[in-house]
């Protein structure tokens, strides 16, 4: 006999899932404020991005292309790739969801790692599956503790290289040993939002390794370094079939015009990410330097910003620091959820915001400044 129901009551296992919760934006009482919790670029975007953007703005009644052909192609041409195995999204956090819409269900496992991106668990669960948690080593994805917690219910592995909130990366071999050692129906997920900063030479973004083999994807932003995070514009690199089947299943416009428009026009402008890309080399090492000259450990990181660890010994620690930052108009991100209970994320924000942070947090630290 089945039971008559009071109300509407999600699928069991949704109201399960902890949402996401973005990095604070606000400082109340304070007269200017710093936002670096969120990743963004200092330099904003492109202006040849923001021309195409506003005139966009003429056409507003017309639905957009709903293929992105203009941005696909743009893509493709800047990346010597083939636009039919580029997919385009509402950022890079829809394709994600599709990826597990489309290829996870009840019964299902999806890896992830210790200090992984907290989507990946979000949209797994959110499949009805299971996640699977991969230990780290160093704060860094560990291929061997990947491979061990690979099961025959393994559908999907969600890497983030290089890693948020860590900064960290492992080079193209060890991307090429964990996709040999994943049987062949596993989808291996390179999730390469900060991949225009690395500067390593054993560093690859992922696409050798999806053009060679069928069942890896690559996914990248327009949100970090091409500074276009208001109008969330992500893209795939993947096998046709798998562009094939989330064709079938993503919404018929799921980007708008401007994002279409704006997104081509800053992949094209490679000179001012360039530009940007330099400005993060810089004070990543200078924020870095300033920071351990202080007592702090950071994480050593290739991506645009760094992960902070606090003494435990002496009893400073990450919430009080956050607390005296804000107080002082500078937003860090709090990484608990990410298994960092006292440290702080900082992005790398214009020069006045990073020089007040080394001020602020050598004050905090009780070291003249």
């Given amino acids: 006999m089945s039971v008559e129901m009071s109300k509407p009551v999600p699928r069991p296992g949704i109201l399960d899932i902890a949402a996401y919760v973005p990095g604070k934006e606000h ?35 017309r639905y957009p292309d709903g293929q992105a052909l203009e941005l696909r192609e743009a893509i493709a041409s800047v990346h010597g790739l083939n636009p039919a195995n580029i997919l385009c999204g509402n950022g890079s956090d829809e394709l994600l969801g599709l990826l597990c819409h489309v290829y996870l269900g009840a019964g299902d496992e999806g890896i992830i790692t210790e200090h992984g991106f907290l989507v990946y668990k979000i949209q797994i ?37 290089p890693g948020n909130p860590t900064g960290t990366y492992i080079p193209v071999s060890e991307i090429r040993r964990l996709q040999a050692g994943l049987p062949k129906h596993v989808i291996l997920v390179l999730d390469a939002a900060y991949a225009e900063y690395v500067r390593r030479n054993d560093y690859e973004a992922g696409i050798e390794v999806v053009s060679s083999n069928a069942n890896v994807v690559m996914t990248r932003t327009f949100s970090k370094v091409y500074g276009l995070a208001a109008l969330r514009v992500g893209w795939m690199y993947a096998p046709a079939e798998i562009i094939d089947a989330l064709n079938r299943v993503r919404g018929p416009f799921n980007m708008n015009a401007p994002a279409i428009a704006a997104g081509a026009a800053a992949i094209r402008d490679q000179s001012f990410v360039q530009e940007a890309v330099s400005y993060n080399h810089l004070w990543i090492e200078k924020l870095t330097s300033a920071f351990e000259a202080i007592g702090l450990k950071v994480t050593p990181s290739v991506a645009n910003f760094v992960l902070i660890h606090f003494p435990e010994a002496d009893g400073r620690r990450a919430t009080d620091a956050d607390e005296f930052l804000t107080s002082r108009g500078y937003i860090l991100r709090a990484v608990r959820g990410y298994g960092f209970p006292n440290s702080l994320r900082m992005s790398i924000g214009p020069e006045e915001a990073n020089r007040g942070v080394i001020e602020a947090l050598t004050e905090f630290m009780g070291h003249k400044a």
């Fill in 27 to 61: 400082a109340p009482g304070v007269a200017r404020v710093y936002k670096l919790s969120s990743n963004e670029t200092p330099l904003g975007p492109s202006p040849k991005a923001i021309e195409a953007f506003k005139a966009a703005a003429g056409n507003l009644e």
């Fill in 125 to 161: 669960m959110g499949a009805g599956a299971t996640p699977v948690v991969a230990k780290e080593k160093d704060h860094t994805v560990d291929v061997d503790a990947i491979l061990a917690a690979v099961t025959d219910k393994t559908k999907i592995v969600f890497i983030a290289n």
